[in-house]
């Protein structure tokens, strides 16, 4: 049953992307590099999983039934799924994050998943840039008119057929050096100012700010 609802997800979000439009800002940062380390919000994620799609990227999903239907409908996509969390299975997955990414992966994390809080980078992603020394690419999107489904802890974003997604990318972010548990937090604090303050509205030229959500 579970492959099946994995299909349909899949299919959904297949037909739904072919429509919108995907407008990328700075991906010049990191199309030259071998391997990189996305990171983005939980809620933003919808449009990533077909724009990046096939591209030899490992992603983490976690052990609980949502990670299972994740698994269906990211692997259709073309991604490698390593299965973990930061709340269970953690620091196993870490380890094949790191195997993938020594055998040519890209890494991408939504660094405030499973459960959240939102907004708030758990270590995993600094972990992982300092033992590869692969860089960190933040990123941030903008959907011109997306659903906010209020009742998820993400407040997940579905854009609307035929509308546009602005896919933004930041610059290379490294992490070397060995690292105490308070510069780990220091690191985290510091991507998810990077992230969160990527870009200003007004560069993009929006003909009606109003419409565009974060």
Not at 105 to 120: I, N, T
Not at 122 to 143: D, N, R
Not at 157 to 185: C, D, H, M, Q, W
Not at 196 to 208: A, E, H, R, V
């Amino acid at each position: 049953m579970m492959k099946l609802y994995s299909f349909i997800g899949w299919l959904i979000i297949y037909l739904l992307s072919k429509t919108i439009r995907v407008k990328t800002i700075n991906d010049s940062s990191w199309k030259d590099l071998k391997n990189v380390i996305f990171t983005f919000w939980h809620g933003e994620q919808f449009i990533l999983c077909h724009h990046h799609r096939n591209q030899k990227i490992a992603i983490m999903t976690s052990l609980s039934k949502d990670g299972e239907l994740q698994t269906g409908i990211l692997g259709r996509f073309g991604y490698y799924i390593v299965r973990g969390s930061s709340s269970r299975g953690g620091a196993r997955a870490i380890i094949e994050m790191k195997n993938a990414m020594k055998a040519g992966y890209s890494a991408a994390f939504a660094v405030d998943g499973p459960r959240g809080p939102l907004y708030e980078v758990k270590p995993g992603v600094i972990f992982l840039a300092q033992k590869t020394g692969f860089p960190i690419i933040p990123m941030k999107i903008f959907y011109s008119t997306a659903i906010m489904l209020k009742k998820t802890w993400d407040k997940y974003r579905v854009p609307l057929p035929f509308s546009t997604a602005i896919v933004v990318y930041g610059n290379p972010v490294y992490i070397s050096g060995e690292l105490s548990e308070s510069e780990v937090k220091s690191k985290c604090e510091e991507l998810k100012r990077t992230m969160s303050g990527l870009i200003d509205l007004k560069t993009c030229k929006f003909q009606n700010r109003r419409r565009w959500k974060k």
